[in-house]
């Protein structure tokens, strides 16, 4: 089981990226997959959710509006689509898998397999 998470970069306020989360080993159409991020010295924090099979989709407040999860099963990879990104989204993002109960998608400890983050910084 592997995750590779992809497309972070530099970018400014206002603009947008689209994160990637490739995944093998394992058909993710029949698990969770989850994003998360943890900016310098702050716990880590979910950020979006894509249940598995029926792909219903959670979003935490602070991105609601402006991130969109979104998974290609031919591709077996999910994305995270950011749009008007502030400075306060600027972290580390980590895609994981895991079949949580809803009310706890944003617990890290649900999830059992990790990938290995990439930086998104947005500067002001």
């Known amino acids: 089981v592997q995750l590779q998470a992809s497309g972070g970069g530099l970018v400014q306020a206002g603009g947008s990226l689209r994160l990637s989360c490739a995944a093998s080993?394992?058909?993710?159409?029949?698990?969770?997959i989850a994003w998360f991020r943890q900016a310098p010295g702050k716990e880590r924090e979910g950020v979006s959710y894509?249940?598995?099979?029926?792909?219903?989709?959670y979003y935490a407040d602070s991105v609601k509006g402006r991130f969109t999860i979104s998974r290609d099963n031919a591709k077996n990879t999910v994305y995270l689509q950011m749009n008007s990104l502030k400075p306060e989204d600027t972290a580390i993002y980590y895609c994981?898998?895991?079949?949580?109960?809803?009310?706890?998608?944003?617990?890290?400890?649900?999830?059992?397999?990790w990938g290995q983050g990439t930086l998104v910084t947005v500067s002001s």
């Open positions: 994981a898998r895991g079949r949580p109960v809803l009310s706890a998608w944003l617990t890290s400890s649900m999830y059992d397999s």
């Open positions: 080993g394992f058909n993710l159409y029949y698990d969770g």
């Open positions: 894509i249940r598995g099979s029926s792909g219903a989709r």
